[in-house]
């Protein structure tokens, strides 16, 4: 897990603005319900991952998630995105 805070929404919005298509998609926030047919597992209250045990132990040295996230597109997707 990366540094910092984050979930899908928050996630989505950034993929959304880093690869310019704001003007073209909107990103809606939905309850866990509205994916409940495709997707009937449960779902938890939160599905957050957290570094504690890193930090507790003066270990953590994750980077934030943001940061990761764009290095990963400019690896894994480099000139399928442009």
């Known amino acids: ?3 910092g805070v984050t979930g899908r929404l928050e ?3 950034y993929l959304v603005e880093t690869l ?4 073209r998609i909107a990103v809606t926030p939905v309850s866990s319900d509205y ?4 997707y009937f597992a449960a779902r938890p209250p939160s599905e957050r ?10 270990l953590n040295r994750m980077r934030d998630w943001r940061t990761c996230l764009e290095e990963y597109l400019a690896d894994a ?3 399928y995105l442009s």
Do not use: Q
Request: hydrophobic content about 45%; aromatic content about 8%.
């Open 35 to 38: 994916f409940a047919a495709e």
């Open 20 to 23: 310019g298509l704001a003007d």
């Open 1 to 3: 897990v990366c540094g």
């Open 11 to 13: 996630v989505a919005r």
């Open 49 to 58: 991952l957290l570094t504690k045990k890193l930090d507790l132990r003066g």
């Open 77 to 79: 997707y480099d000139g």
